[in-house]
């Protein structure tokens, strides 16, 4: 019988996998010590054959007068001062782990409250949308309902900013071309994400997404709150909708106090990247 292989005896880096929807996370808990993560080690993190793989990554730190502070970056090492389902998924994490019911994140964003929405469901607050085009931001003043481009889409800022289009029929968008051309649209100083929204009814609408600095995801929160603010500041929708985007569906409800969403979650695994190969990124 061939002796078993010993297991790398390494100091690596833990992780943890998360999703919400299918818009999978590496989150990186550092309440108890930081590091710091460079853009080179993020992006090999992101690769699906070669490291892990994600949407988004996310880092948990301690902050004083907060429950915990979260920084988030995009798969190609980008900073991202948003992303609302991995905000819900650390939320979850915390409240199991200490047995509260409702939480307060910092992020790039602000301060944003999160709560036990029941039936293992988790909401947050992503706070008030940005509507005038220097917070979005956009490259020149302009009303941010109606841009100057083909399709005349809808700017909005949810701390990243965002493009939305209505259509017809949201499945016939060949969304891999399109994402890429308007991401990068000169409208859009720090690029864009952009979202394809399909009215079903005053109550329920249809989204698909391409992220800034990621591509294609099955969901999104911050482009899910966008989408809705859109398509209720168009009269398309009330301000209460049903997002189905291709992995479920998110509740978005916007109250005068900012853009609530709520939906699923989950803890996929926990790991570690071992020394090797965080040695191996240059």
Avoid at 33 to 44: D, H
């Amino acid at each position: 019988m061939r002796p078993m292989r010993k297991t790398e005896n390494t100091s690596g880096l833990p992780f943890m996998k998360m999703h919400g929807l299918g818009n999978d996370f590496v989150v990186i808990d550092q309440r108890k010590g930081s590091a710091p993560l460079s853009a080179a080690l993020v992006s090999a993190i992101a690769d699906r054959h070669w490291g892990v793989g994600f949407d988004q990554l996310a880092v948990i730190e301690a902050e004083d007068g907060a429950d915990a502070r979260l920084t988030f970056y995009n798969s190609d090492g980008s900073l991202s001062a948003a992303c609302g389902n991995a905000t819900r998924c650390i939320a979850r994490f915390i409240m199991d782990e200490t047995g509260q019911n409702a939480l307060k994140l910092v992020t790039e964003r602000g301060l944003l409250l999160a709560e036990d929405a029941g039936n293992g469901l988790t909401r947050v607050n992503m706070g008030a949308p940005l509507l005038d085009w220097q917070e979005v931001p956009l490259a020149e003043a302009m009303d941010t309902l109606e841009l100057p481009i083909e399709g005349a889409p809808v700017a909005t800022g949810m701390g990243n900013p965002h493009c939305t289009f209505f259509v017809d029929d949201a499945e016939a968008i060949p969304l891999e071309q399109f994402g890429q051309r308007y991401e990068h649209h000169p409208l859009y100083p720090e690029r864009t994400n952009v979202e394809v929204v399909q009215i079903l009814s005053d109550s329920e609408i249809r989204l698909r997404i391409w992220e800034r600095g990621t591509g294609i995801t099955s969901a999104s929160g911050s482009c899910s709150c966008a989408a809705a603010v859109a398509a209720a500041r168009r009269g398309l929708t009330g301000r209460k909708v049903t997002v189905r985007v291709d992995g479920g569906t998110l509740e978005i409800d916007w109250r005068d106090d900012g853009v609530w969403m709520t939906g699923p979650t989950a803890h996929v695994f926990t790991g570690e990247f071992t020394q090797s190969f965080l040695d191996s990124v240059k």
